[in-house]
């Protein structure tokens, strides 16, 4: 592995971490970007899948105490339909995690989990089904038939110096 492609690869595990914060990461326009550069295509998408399942649990974490701070400052934890709410969100709640890939609403979805405190055993498996269905259906539809069509091309690429 080339020094260049390694700064790569740890940029990426940052910027995937970063990701599901308020920052604006195009995590997929970089993944894209990557593969097209010629970084190894299942590598990028695992590291950047480790990235953003660490930022997503940092979100979660975040949503956890901010809520509780939240319950504690305000009287909304003693109405009834907040305790409603949040025992329907911990019915249902987690199934909602599948989406969690979906740019924004997955990020909103995550948050909301950790102010219902959602048990994070729970919480990270449904994550982790939600990350890896959006990543087949982003990478795995968009990403090799996209690769595919410019193998025909590979002849038209610049020579690499040596």
Known sequence: MHLTSLGGYLLLIALAILAPT????????????????????????????????????????????????????????????????????HRYGHYALLLSG?????DSLIFISGVMQLPFLQFIVWLFLGKILWYAIVYGGIINPLFSNFKQFHHLRRPKIV
């Open 22 to 89: 308020p920052i604006p990461i195009p995590l997929d326009g970089i993944i894209v970007g990557l593969i097209a550069a010629g970084f190894n295509a299942k590598l990028v998408i695992t590291i950047a899948l480790i990235g953003d399942l660490i930022g997503t649990a940092l979100i979660y974490v975040v949503g956890r105490h901010g809520g509780r701070f939240l319950e504690k400052a305000s009287e909304r934890r003693k109405h009834k339909s907040y305790k409603a709410a949040k025992k329907l969100y």
């Open 102 to 106: 979906v740019p924004f609403l997955g």
